[in-house]
């Protein structure tokens, strides 16, 4: 079993930047993707940003150039840099963990983007 959780949501203005973490625990192992997805209001969940066990990672075109995804610690936090905020940004951020035996999701957190 593993355990996410999100931290690092908040309120920034247009054109700032918020690192986002996500702590794993738990039986963290044969990990094939860790990502971020976002829900805004009244929206379906969207892929952000996701980085494959073996180093691949892609971007939502939204975001391209803009945020950053990192993975440390032997697969056991994952990080999102992003800069040049805009308030379409605005959404909650959920760290997902994908491996054989399922997928794994964090409560979330929220950002909020102010213009």
């Known amino acids: 079993q593993v355990q996410l959780m999100e931290s690092g949501g908040g309120l920034v203005q247009a054109g700032g930047s918020l690192r986002l973490s996500c702590a794993a625990s738990?039986?963290?192992?044969?990990?094939?993707?860790m990502g971020w997805f976002r829900q805004a209001p009244g929206k379906q969940r969207e892929l952000v940003a996701r980085?494959?066990?073996?180093?691949?990672?892609v971007y939502a075109d939204s975001v391209k150039g803009r945020f950053t995804i990192s993975r440390v610690n032997a697969n056991n936090t994952l990080y999102l840099q992003m800069n040049d905020l805009k308030p379409e940004d605005t959404a909650v951020y959920y760290c997902?963990?994908?491996?054989?035996?399922?997928?794994?999701w964090g409560k979330g957190t929220l950002v909020t983007v102010s213009s």
């Open positions: 997902n963990l994908g491996r054989f035996d399922g997928n794994y």
């Open positions: 738990g039986s963290v192992k044969s990990i094939y993707t």
């Open positions: 980085i494959i066990s073996g180093g691949t990672i």
